[in-house]
């Protein structure tokens, strides 16, 4: 199965140190850093993820780069605090990019400019006969046909409009995943970092779906791999244990 993944793209920079004082200027803490690491963010996270699963994907992104610093007092295990830098110029994605010969395609779109209303309308269009899995940050899904479209819900509580030949996945953190008036169910685990989970749930969601052919199955295999992820600090990409490890637990069907 070949698989196009259009998206934002981003750096995601953690900050790593402890919070031992507070500040004689302001009522905030200090962090002294010990170290930091970058980790690739946004549809590059999906990507990563995508190709751990053994998936064949090309992966259109932004050129100019986004960055989101992560301040994180490792006493606690606490993000304390966020800062984006360089989303205000992101040109939308050049549609002479778009080919065919796809099995699938999957937007993984945070909004940050590269896919436009109309740039959603028109992948929609050109890819009309595969499967289109969209993750996204709009509030008006009506740009988006034909799709199976995964938000989750405090995303669904702001929906502004969807078209009715799309199918929705709305994920529920601990409680699951909502899709055809259905709870699919997950399993309960201590939750760390829900950062990039999103992300996995998507690549999982999709890495099934190009085997099974079934969403069903394809929805409890995400919620399977996403609830893993939180357990783990920061973005996180599944290793071939991780998966090896994930493909061996059962699933209790709904």
């Known amino acids: 199965m070949k698989i196009l993944l259009i998206g934002d793209s981003c750096k995601d920079i953690y900050h790593y140190g402890k919070c031992k004082r507070i500040s004689p ?13 970058t980790k690739e963010g946004m549809s590059s996270n999906v990507y990563e993820n995508l190709l751990s699963l053994g998936v064949n994907v090309t992966h259109l992104k932004n050129k100019e780069q986004i960055e ?11 993000q304390l605090i966020r800062y984006d830098v360089g989303e205000n110029n992101i040109q939308p994605l050049n549609l002479n990019k ?15 400019g590269f896919i436009t209303y109309d740039v959603a309308k028109y992948i929609c ?15 008006n899904l009506k740009c988006f046909k034909n799709c199976y479209i995964k938000i989750n819900n405090i995303e669904y509580e702001l929906l502004e409009g969807i078209n009715e030949d799309c199918e ?15 709870i ?43 609830s893993y992820t939180v357990t ?22 709904n």
């Open 25 to 37: 200027e302001a009522p905030v803490p200090i962090l002294k850093e010990d170290y930091f690491e």
């Open 68 to 78: 989101k610093h992560r301040i994180v007092d490792m006493t606690y295990r606490q």
């Open 98 to 112: 778009l080919k065919t010969g796809f099995d699938i395609v999957v937007v993984s779109d945070y909004n940050k």
């Open 125 to 139: 269009n050109f890819y009309k006969d595969v499967p289109i899995f969209v993750d996204t940050k709009k509030k």
């Open 168 to 182: 929705l996945i709305v994920t529920l953190g601990g409680e699951g995943a909502l899709y055809n008036k259905q």
């Open 184 to 226: 699919y169910k997950t399993k309960k685990v201590e939750v760390y970092d829900v950062c990039g989970a999103g992300d996995v749930f998507l690549s999982a969601l999709v890495y099934k779906f190009s085997k099974s052919k079934d969403i069903k199955s394809s929805i409890h295999t995400a919620n399977k791999f996403a």
């Open 232 to 253: 783990k600090l920061g973005s996180y990409v599944l290793t071939q244990k991780d998966i090896q490890q994930l493909e061996k637990e059962k699933i209790k069907p």
